[in-house]
């Protein structure tokens, strides 16, 4: 038996050294206080002048190696992953030979060892890469994500892999692919944004441990010194007697004569037999695998468009039809080279039925999965793209550098409104998405509470269990219909922000513009009323509904509490967030920390379609029900000491969430993001944390205990509650009831943290009504409306005619 308290402090001992230590601290302090404050904090800590160790450059035995380990996953997963035990490489970081090669092996873009195996039909993804995790030795993995197929042919993969490492072999080291590479990541560093804080601090205090101290925001990103003989010295660990192979799939189950003592995962190991080794190490050249080309994404033009004259504040629209409408914002804060471009492509018919729904995420894989090869260029040269299905249609987004933007955008929607079909990977794409529906029931409880409870209060959801009994009617011939009807009538929402004029904005937009006017949008364009945002149905007053469902894959339940707390208005939004921001510490302090109840605890303000509410989740050990009474028990408490709070710490707790919702986004992107979500629920509230900060000052305490006695309170007529249950059934949960000795007992002397709570004469109990049926449940409620917009701007599309 291992006292695990007696090695912490036996290694606390030998390790806790001043030495062997690094710090960063950010702060907005002056330099003289904040080396104050470090000298007052840390300068006790001893120096022991300990020496770092450093291991063997073999970490493992000689029989470890060209070995094949098979693994049981509780998910129908399936990879294939090759290790490579390398030698520690991090005192060459100014020549990475290791970022070379991941940068080829891992590369996607034509003549790549990826778009061979997708061209078979045998891999969906691969990644590659060093992981330096002791000094002395590091590893160099190839890892690939493996088809149905794929997982038949895991021999003739590795031997793909294989003729790959000896093409690089025979072309040698490559100049003007390290010169690429470096410029690529000097322009990262020169246009970086600004990090959060406690990114740049843990990025800094690690790049301490390894790079002189004039080098460590510099280090990670430049690379400068050209030595191929190290990367011919890493190319030369990469062969088969030195690897070690994982492969993770279902199918291994019944050869899986071993269980490892941790987590109880099954799985076997044999000797890769020489044979094998000696058929991928002679392996011949393969005419489809080759170097890429110059990367011709490569930006050159880092100048910024001149200012319009009569510049916006905010997003304005510069363009409006029936069939397209353009937003615009030209960038005056953050001057980097970089335009962030969103387009809503929107249909109805993508979200009538599952169907539909699953035909829809066909269509975006597919396209994705057809123009990797193009986009893997645009990517690495930091220009990024992205579609998405949405429940209005698709969504595509091109953000990053402007040079070259409309090169990429057009070759993305010639191939959009161009789409034809490939049937192999039609295959693939379709098992995986079967593959991933079907692997929802093994995910995370807390993952089933919050995906049950969207089911339940949107107005249009289709479950997973739909999604997937609709995907046996998903054929070819049915997809290409469909992508045909989808972009025959379509209405475009575009948003472009950053290095961009109204002139490059309406540029950008007629390249749109000119692919619809060749559908029938023009001539039958969407109605305003075909456009409609989602809403959320509305719980009856006092009633706590209640849907319980089961998970038979993890040993903790969930239970959610869900509280909607009205319409969704600037008022009723700075409400349910001063309410978030009082009971989040003493929640998590409360339910995790002092019952020891789970190790996942959620307080959260939730304000969506139209409505407002905080939910609290804990994932737990214990039986939901039981769970749901402490967090009632805790808001009981909870009310007492927002009563009983001082006007000082009340308003410590406005100035804290003012403050939260005054920062300034530090990253274009975040703005983008910003302005766009107002665009996308069609509120183009842009000014909207300034407005909730006015109300915030005046919010009184009387007004907060009013809304909590209204909203929150058990005991109120008023209260809408909905609590989900996910019980697992692999252990018996505890249903005890809240007096057992053994349970809510306190954990410290001055918990008696909720039964103190004196009860209430003819206190209101809320009548439980449990959701069977979610036709019915949902067929009785009525529904929020959407949010006002808050400028008068007439509804997207074309408008009825009466």
């Known amino acids: 038996q291992i006292h695990v308290r007696d090695k912490l402090m036996k290694f606390h001992k030998q390790w806790y050294s001043s030495n062997i230590m690094c710090l960063a601290v950010f702060g907005k302090e002056s330099l003289d206080e904040l080396e104050n404050m470090v000298i007052s904090k840390f300068l006790p800590i001893q120096n022991k002048d300990v020496e770092l160790p450093a291991w063997d450059p073999e970490p493992f035995a000689e029989d470890a190696y060209a070995t094949k380990t098979y693994i049981v996953p509780v998910k129908d997963v399936r990879s294939l992953t090759i290790s490579f035990t390398t030698d520690d490489l991090e005192m060459h970081y100014k020549s990475g030979p290791e970022h070379y090669l991941s940068h080829l092996i891992g590369y996607e873009g034509k003549g790549s060892l990826l778009s061979e195996l997708r061209k078979r039909g045998w891999c969906n993804n691969l990644m590659a890469g060093d992981t330096n995790v002791s000094r002395g030795f590091g590893f160099f993995d190839i890892a690939v994500d493996l088809t149905q197929e794929g997982f038949e042919n895991v021999d003739e993969i590795i031997k793909l892999i294989f003729q790959y490492i000896e093409m690089l072999r025979k072309e040698g080291p490559k100049k003007w692919i390290f010169d690429e590479f470096c410029n690529l990541n000097r322009m990262v560093f020169r246009f970086k944004d600004k990090e959060h804080p406690i990114s740049l601090v843990t990025n800094v205090v690690h790049s301490m441990q390894v790079y002189p101290l004039e080098e460590v925001l510099t ?174 249609g698709i969504s595509i987004a091109i953000n990053g550098y402007s040079h070259k933007q409309s090169i990429l955008l057009e070759k993305v929607l010639n191939q959009l409104f161009d789409f034809q079909v490939d049937e192999q990977r039609f295959n693939v794409l379709k098992e995986e998405h079967v593959r991933q529906l079907k692997n929802f029931k093994t995910e995370q409880p807390y993952h089933h509470a919050i995906y049950y409870l969207a089911l339940i209060l949107t107005e249009h959801a289709w479950s997973k269990a739909e999604l997937l009994d609709a995907m046996k009617m998903v054929t070819l011939e049915r997809l290409q219909q469909f992508i045909k009807e989808f972009l025959s009538r379509l209405h475009t929402e575009c948003f472009i922000y950053g290095n961009a004029n109204r002139e490059v904005a309406l540029n950008i937009s007629k390249i749109v513009e000119k692919k619809l006017e060749k559908t029938n949008s023009t001539i039958l364009p969407l109605l305003a009323r075909q456009l409609l945002q989602k809403r959320e149905y509305k719980l009856c007053d006092g009633k706590i509904y209640q849907f319980e469902t089961e998970n038979e894959f993890h040993k903790s339940s969930c239970a959610e509490l869900y509280l909607q707390c009205g319409t969704q208005t600037d008022t009723s939004a700075v409400f349910i967030d001063l309410v978030a921001q009082i009971l989040k510490e003493p929640c998590y302090n409360s339910l995790r920390t002092k019952e020891q109840l789970g190790y996942i605890v959620v307080c959260a303000s939730r304000k969506l379609n139209g409505a407002t509410g905080i939910r609290f989740i804990v994932q737990s050990s214990k039986h939901p029900s039981y769970v749901e009474e402490r967090i009632e028990k805790f808001l009981e408490k909870m009310e007492v000491q927002i009563h009983e709070m001082k006007e000082e710490e009340f308003e410590q707790h406005k100035q804290a969430l003012a403050t939260q919702k005054l920062e300034k986004p530090k990253k274009l992107l975040v703005k983008f993001h910003k302005y766009l979500t107002e665009i996308s629920m069609s509120q183009y509230h842009f000014e909207r944390a300034e407005s909730e900060v006015a109300i915030l000052k005046q919010i009184t305490k009387q007004e907060l205990i009013n809304y909590f006695k209204s909203y929150i309170s058990r005991d109120s007529p008023a209260r809408h509650a909905l609590s989900i249950h996910i019980v697992s059934t692999l252990s018996t949960s505890d249903m005890t009831d809240e007096n057992d000795e053994e349970v809510g007992k306190p954990i410290t002397d001055d918990f008696d943290f909720f039964d103190d709570v004196p009860a209430k004469m003819g206190q209101f109990m809320p009548e439980r009504v449990n959701i069977s049926d979610l036709s019915s449940f949902k067929s009785s409620k009525e529904l929020y409306p959407v949010a006002r917009p808050f400028l008068d701007i007439r509804p997207k599309g074309a408008r009825s005619k009466l």
């Open 219 to 392: 280090a990670p990103y430049l690379t400068s010194d050209w030595r191929p003989d190290l990367i011919e010295n890493v190319l030369e660990k990469f062969v088969p007697e030195n690897c070690r192979i994982v492969i993770v799939g279902q199918k291994v189950e019944p050869m899986a004569d071993k269980i490892e003592p941790w987590y109880k995962t099954k799985y076997y190991t044999e000797k890769i037999p020489k044979k094998l080794i000696e058929e991928w190490k002679n392996c011949q050249l393969n005419e489809n695998l080759t170097l890429p080309d110059p990367n011709p994404f490569v930006p050159t033009d880092f100048n910024l468009h001149p200012y319009d004259d009569d510049l916006s504040q905010h997003p304005a629209i510069i363009y409006d039809t029936p069939i397209i409408r353009v937003w615009h914002k030209q960038d005056t804060e953050f001057l980097k080279p970089k335009t962030f471009m969103n387009f809503d492509l929107s249909n109805p018919v993508v979200y009538s039925d599952p169907l539909n729904c699953n035909l829809t995420h066909m269509l975006v894989a597919l396209f994705r999965d057809q123009l990797n090869e193009y986009l893997y260029d645009a990517d690495l040269a930091g220009l990024k793209f992205n579609v998405a299905n949405t429940t209005s």
